[in-house]
């Protein structure tokens, strides 16, 4: 199938390198592009390392090892493997690790992958397509509690159950949903209000895309696993598309931020604070204008500090 999208826009490309490379290492130093995706922040962290420097990505997505391939640069390698797999890493071994997290622009727009109410197509939403079972599959034997449940916390959805109450009706009368056009109009013809300007399957889209790939289990790994990776003076940099996973970095950041007393053993030393949490940045007035994808991007910076775990 021929793949509609225009080229991808990386989300604050500057200003997250920028904020990455003011480890203490700087172009000496080793990092880790944990979300490859189309590799726009890889390819522009290579062209600002110096020979001494490395990086090191991960994606799930066969289409990102792809176009990792075309990078020919010793300094650079790439781990076909989610984000949560940082824990693999040695501990102390990185001088920055970047996430940007959600969907490129060529998932989203590639009718085959399933991601978009926008284009016709499976209803697949993997983003390792050789592993686990796809929307479509779970759909077939998923209960209303369990569909309800995935559309209300992943998506944010206060017409959950009806949506699920559809889908289980739908799948009994004519059996189970397997498009994502079909998908699109249940849940139009089943939520009558919406915020303007949205379509009433954005929310059910996007719980079951973070579902099915256990999206928000497996960002809460790859941060305590940064935790571990990160050298003292090390950057850890992220960047959230959505209110779920900016709430779990900001609370990341803001616990790791501060000592903690272990108040049931009083004389003891209080754990030292691990990050120190530099603030957040949001896209340009500007950026937006030119890509509107941008909008709701929230990039949340921290330091590792110079006290060991």
Known sequence: MTNTSAAHITVLL??????????????????????????????????????????????????????????DDARFSIRHEGFANLSDLPDGSVDGVLMDLGVSSPQIDSPERGFSFRFDGPLDMRMDTTRGESVAEWLATATVDQITEVIRDYGEERFAFQIAKALVARR????????????????????????PGKDPATRTFQAFRIFINAELEELEQALNASLRVLRPGARL????????????????????????????????????????????????????????????????????TQVPA
């Open 14 to 71: 500057q200003e997250a390198v920028d904020a990455l490379l003011q480890s203490s290492a700087g172009a000496d130093g080793t990092y880790v592009d944990a979300t490859f995706g189309r590799g726009g922040h890889s390819r522009l962290i290579l062209s600002r390392l110096s020979a001494q420097g490395c990086l090191q990505a991960f994606d799930k997505d066969l289409e990102a090892i792809a176009e990792a391939g075309r990078i």
């Open 172 to 195: 009994q009368e004519r059996g189970p949903i397997s498009t994502t056009a079909d998908l699109a109009k249940l849940v139009a013809d089943t939520v009558k209000t919406r915020e």
């Open 237 to 304: 940099v992220v960047i959230s598309f959505h209110s779920l996973e900016d709430r779990i970095v900001k609370q990341f950041m803001a616990k790791h931020s501060k000592e903690v007393v272990d108040r049931r053993v009083p004389f003891a030393a209080p754990v030292p604070m691990r990050l120190n949490a530099l603030g957040r940045v949001k896209p340009s007035a500007d950026e937006v204008g030119s890509n509107p994808r941008s909008r709701s991007a929230i990039m949340r910076i921290a330091e590792r």
